[in-house]
Nanobody
Framework: QVQLAESGGGLVQPGGSLRLSCTASVTLFSSYTLGWYRQAPGKQRELVAEIPVFGSTNYLESVKDRFIVSRDNAKKTGALQMNGLKPEDTAVYYC????????????WGQGTQVTVSS
């Protein structure tokens, strides 16, 4: 089965940085779009950033100038470098991979908590 695991969350002060990592146990990792989502208490899960197999990356507007999404297909990993963190970035962050293979396939990690507080 497909397994995803996020790591790198934690507690940081406003203006600080964190780097989230996502490790995938899946065949043909490079065929999947890798995405990072987050969900804050009482709010809907939202797309933060994604990096597809082809094409450009896509960012939530509020993080576009601060976050960088990347992937290493050889290692089957993804990362989200988060700089200039703000309290409103506080959420559980999830790694996701998806692709269309006849039908859309989508898989989620368990999430990692990011808390930005002074």
């Amino acid at each position: 089965q497909v397994q995803l695991a996020e790591s790198g969350g934690g507690l940081v002060q406003p203006g600080g940085s964190l780097r989230l990592s996502c490790t995938a146990s899946v065949t043909l990792f490079s065929s999947y779009t890798l995405g990072w989502y987050r969900q804050a208490p009482g709010k809907q899960r939202e797309l933060v950033a994604e990096i597809p197999v082809f094409g450009s990356t896509n960012y939530l507007e509020s993080v576009k100038d601060r976050f960088i999404v990347s992937r290493d297909n050889a290692k089957k990993t993804g990362a989200l470098q988060m700089n200039g963190l703000k309290p409103e970035d506080t959420a559980v962050y999830y790694c996701n991979i998806k692709r269309r293979a006849g039908t859309t396939q989508s898989y989620w990690g368990q999430g990692t908590q990011v808390t930005v507080s002074s």
